[in-house]
């Protein structure tokens, strides 16, 4: 399960973790299996007003927001907590005393990144080797998926280098990836969201349009691809998937045993061509 503090956002952040902690309270059972993931980053202060100390990653930021996702996630420990996003001003020396310091007192095991660029995980990583003793980041949450392949250049190398599994958010981009086109025809569902932003670009639709062509000629449905070609990528451990019914979950369980041909595996890779590896990808 993957969350983080300010999921809910506005006057309800925080409230994804506590419907959590209310399905462990009603049976203590479900926390032993469960991986459980959580973020820190967000402005969690009452009125909004964020002071130094309110959100980021500053040390006491860290142990004030750990203390609060346990209560709220009524548990006594996180599997995996990340860095919802990158802080500039705040240097990994600072933060990693913060997370030693948790790590010690057994409230996480484990340290993730998310929307870290390459240099951020090797900057991460290097400082924590030179501390001795440090764990260092074990996995990377990023954007990634076919629409979206930037990830590859960078971030999923440093990742590969350094250990870190690679967590994609976003698998579907949105709904796009998900046959938004064909439900649009015969269930006249409209996309709305990013989905739709996007298909207003007619040279998006038309490469969405070729994606749902290629795989309705292979018999495989959209959502289904999208996922089954994530968990062949090296370096992912596995996607993020939100369904909102069953049926979507059945769809991303689908995926898990879903084998795609090298045929159609090259279809993918010439509608949605990746930008290559770094640095020949920009330098020849």
Known sequence: ???????????????????IGNWFAKSPVHRDKVVLATKVYGNMAADGDAWPN????????????????????????????????VDRRTPFEEIWQAIDVLVQQGKILYVGSSNFPGYKIAQANEIAARRGGTIGLVSEQCLYNLAERRAEMEVIPAAQEYGLGVIPWSPLHGGLLGGVIKKEVEGGRRASGRAADALANTTIRAQIQAYEDLLDKHGVEPGDAALAWLLTRPGVTGPIVGPRTGEQLESALRAVELELSEELLAGLDEIFPGPGPSPEAFAW
């Not at 503090?5 to 506590?18: C, F, I, L, Q, S």
């Open 1 to 19: 399960m993957d969350t983080a503090n300010v999921y809910g956002w506005g006057e309800n952040k925080g409230r994804t973790e506590e419907i």
């Open 54 to 85: 309110h959100d980021k990653l500053s040390a006491l930021n860290i142990r004030r927001a750990v203390d609060a996702s346990l209560k709220r996630l009524q548990t006594d420990y996180i599997d995996v907590y990340q860095f919802h996003h």
